[in-house]
């Protein structure tokens, strides 16, 4: 199974009376969404204020859904989360896909051996983006923060379709915390 990292860090939030979604994914391709695999989704809430922390473990990605010439290398596992079906969340890690055996590194079967691969989670490196959301479902502040002056962070609109993978365009890392961004 895939289960985070451990060390996966506890988040805080005002009370939200209606449930977080969060989802594990697998990107099974980069070149098309049509290979990602939901390895699991769990519903919490609502949610009080405070800290709060809960195991999220899945089961791996089902090999016959990864194309064969993405099954080796290095892919990425998301965890996103989602309040009203809106994404405010999304931590991305690099996996690697290798072969433990040397002779099977040099000369990698043209069929791959998922039998023989072993995945390895960079867990050091998390990426995470942050998008803001209309969290009160208030149609006029969710206008307002979208007319804001662009040069805050981030020139997309709020109804922007996040890029696939680890971050989006646009935003100015130099703005923001290390191995995060923030985009409205």
């Known amino acids: 199974g895939w289960t985070p990292p451990p060390g996966f860090t506890p988040f805080s939030c005002l009370s939200l009376w209606s449930n977080l979604e969060w989802k594990i994914i697998y990107v099974g391709s980069a070149e ?5 695999q939901i390895l699991d989704s769990v ?14 473990q899945a089961d791996a990605p089902n090999p016959s859904l990864i194309p064969e010439t993405d099954a080796v290398g290095v892919t990425v ?24 055996n040397p002779e099977l590194r040099e ?21 995470v983006t942050r998008f803001h959301i209309n969290w009160d479902n208030n149609t006029d502040r ?7 002056d662009p040069s805050l962070g981030c020139s997309l609109p709020l109804n922007c379709t996040p890029n696939k993978g680890l971050g989006l365009p646009g935003c100015i890392p130099g703005l923001l915390p ?5 985009c409205i």
Do not use: W
């Not at 989360?81 to 890690?93: A, D, K, M, P, S």
């Not at 000369?107 to 990426?127: E, T, V, W, Y």
């Open 77 to 100: 596992v998301l965890i996103t989360c989602t309040y009203h079906g809106q994404e405010f969340i999304r931590v991305g890690y690099y996996v690697n896909n290798e072969y433990l």
């Open 32 to 36: 098309s969404e049509e290979f990602d």
């Open 178 to 182: 290390e191995n995060s961004m923030d």
């Open 142 to 148: 969710l206008e307002a923060i979208e007319t804001q």
């Open 107 to 127: 000369n990698p079967p043209m069929k791959p051996d998922f039998s023989q691969l072993q995945r390895n989670i960079l867990a050091s490196n998390p990426r």
């Open 43 to 56: 519903l919490v809430g609502p949610v009080p204020a405070g800290r709060h922390m809960f195991v999220f």
